[in-house]
């Protein structure tokens, strides 16, 4: 597996109800998820799509990208990675607008 394919793995197998955070309200919300790549810079991924959709050299970068796909997909999740690698949700929107 390459380096590209192991980061891909985590979120293929991420169940949503084991994410924290994750609101049982929109459930069928999209979710972005935002995290560490393994050589530096930043991933945005979609969930159920197999490869990021976007690399970014900041972190920064990588959840405002993130947040304009969520704002326009609503309602959805963007979700960011924690140090220890664990997720926690950073903004939902509904209606367009950050909840």
Do not use: C
């Amino acid at each position: 597996m390459s380096g590209g394919d192991l980061e891909s793995s985590r979120f293929i197998r991420m169940e949503p109800q084991h994410v924290p955070g994750l609101r049982q309200s929109i459930t069928s919300a999209a979710r972005y998820f935002v995290a560490a790549g393994n050589n530096g810079g930043w991933l945005v991924f979609k969930e159920g799509i197999q490869h990021p959709i976007r690399r970014m050299a900041e972190k920064l970068q990588a959840v405002e990208t993130a947040k304009i796909m969520a704002r326009d997909e609503a309602p959805s999740q963007v979700f960011v990675e924690k140090p220890n690698g664990s997720f926690f949700e950073q903004y939902a929107f509904k209606d367009g607008h950050a909840h």
